[in-house]
C-alpha cells in the first residue's frame, strides 16, 4: 500500500508494502473532540473541522464507507464483496475498530447478511484508551422493522443491536425486537428516520464516532440532510456495466454538497480515498 495524497516525500518501491492495522488506524482517525478550526483535526485544511466547529453538534462525526466501480456501480449481483478487495476488507475492519457505532440501512442488512460487530484485539488497547467498548454497537435503520429478529445480529451481540425508527412504527414489531434484546430508538415523527435526529440520539447515547456502511439510499438521505462528515471511498480497479446502484440513491440535491480530498492510498490498483464536507 502507497499513500499518494497528501505528498510528504517520494514514495519508493521499499514502501508499497501491505500497512499493519496500526498504520491503517492512524490514517483514518477520527478528528480529535473539541478541535477548532479544523487545522489540528485535518492536516491544517482550514474549514475542515469537526462537526462541532461547524454546527453546535457536540464532537459528533459521520463518515461513510463505500466502494465503487469505476463505472460507478456500488455492487454487483446485490452485493458489495464482488467490487471489494483484501485492503479494503482490511480498512473496513479498522473503520469498524475506531467507531462507537455502525449506522447501516435495513435493505443492507438483509442484502448482505449482518452480524454483530466483533472484539479485535488489534483495537483493544486503542479502544480502551478512547473510552469505549469492546466493540461498536450496529444501529438498523428502519421504518417498518421488518427484520428477522432471530438472526445473531439481534440474539447474539455483544454489544445490544439499537434500532432507530419512526414514531408511527408498528408497536408489535417493537415489542418483538425488544423482545430479542434490542434497543428501540425513536428518531422520527413519521414512519421513517429523520437523519440528523438519527445522529442526535446517537450522540445522546456517547455514540459520537459513527460509521455508515450504507446502503445507497441511506446514505442518500443523510447526505441529503448535510449529516454527513466525511466519505472514504475505495475506487475498485472494476467494470460491472449493468444498471447496479449508485453508492448514493434518492432525489438530487438543489446544489452538489461540495467535500475536499483529505487522503488517498493505493493497493494492487484500487485508490483508498477521504474526501470530508466542506
Known amino acids: 500500500m502507497r499513500r499518494l495524497f497528501p505528498v510528504t516525500d517520494q ?65 454487483h449481483d446485490g452485493r458489495s464483496q464482488p467490487i471489494s478487495s483484501d485492503a479494503d476488507m482490511r480498512i473496513f475492519g479498522t473503520l469498524r475498530g475506531l467507531a462507537d457505532a455502525v449506522v447501516v440501512g435495513a435493505e443492507t442488512v438483509r442484502l448482505e447478511g449482518y452480524r454483530p460487530a466483533r472484539a479485535r484485539e488489534a483495537f483493544a488497547e486503542r479502544r480502551a484508551a478512547a473510552g469505549q467498548g469492546p466493540a461498536p454497537a450496529i444501529a438498523v435503520v428502519s421504518a417498518s422493522l421488518n427484520l428477522d429478529f432471530s438472526l445473531p445480529l439481534f440474539t447474539e451481540p455483544l454489544v445490544p443491536t439499537l434500532l432507530l425508527t419512526g414514531a408511527a412504527a408498528s408497536p408489535e414489531r417493537i415489542h418483538e425486537a425488544e423482545k430479542a434484546g434490542a434497543e428501540v430508538v425513536v428518531a422520527g415523527d413519521g414512519p421513517g428516520v429523520e437523519p440528523a435526529r ?20 441511506m446514505l442518500g438521505q443523510f447526505a441529503a440532510a448535510r449529516v454527513l462528515d466525511e466519505l472514504c471511498l475505495t475506487v475498485s480497479p472494476t467494470m460491472t456495466v449493468g444498471d447496479a446502484q449508485r453508492i448514493a440513491g434518492g432525489p438530487g440535491l438543489p446544489d452538489p454538497a461540495r467535500f475536499a480530498l483529505d487522503s488517498v492510498l493505493e493497493e494492487a490498483g484500487f485508490l483508498f480515498t477521504r474526501y470530508r464536507r466542506l
Not at 198 to 217: C, D, K
Open 11 to 75: 514514495t519508493t518501491a521499499a514502501d508499497d508494502r501491505e500497512w499493519s492495522l496500526d498504520e491503517l488506524a492512524e490514517a483514518y482517525a477520527y478528528p480529535e473532540r473539541g478541535t477548532a478550526g479544523g487545522e489540528a483535526a485535518a492536516g491544517g485544511n482550514p474549514g475542515h473541522g469537526p462537526a462541532e466547529a461547524r454546527s453546535g453538534g457536540g464532537g459528533v462525526w459521520l463518515r461513510a464507507n463505500m466502494v465503487s466501480s469505476l463505472d460507478g456501480a456500488a455492487q
Open 198 to 217: 438519527a445522529v442526535h440520539a446517537l450522540a445522546e447515547r456517547g455514540l459520537v464516532r459513527l460509521l455508515t456502511e450504507g446502503g445507497p439510499r
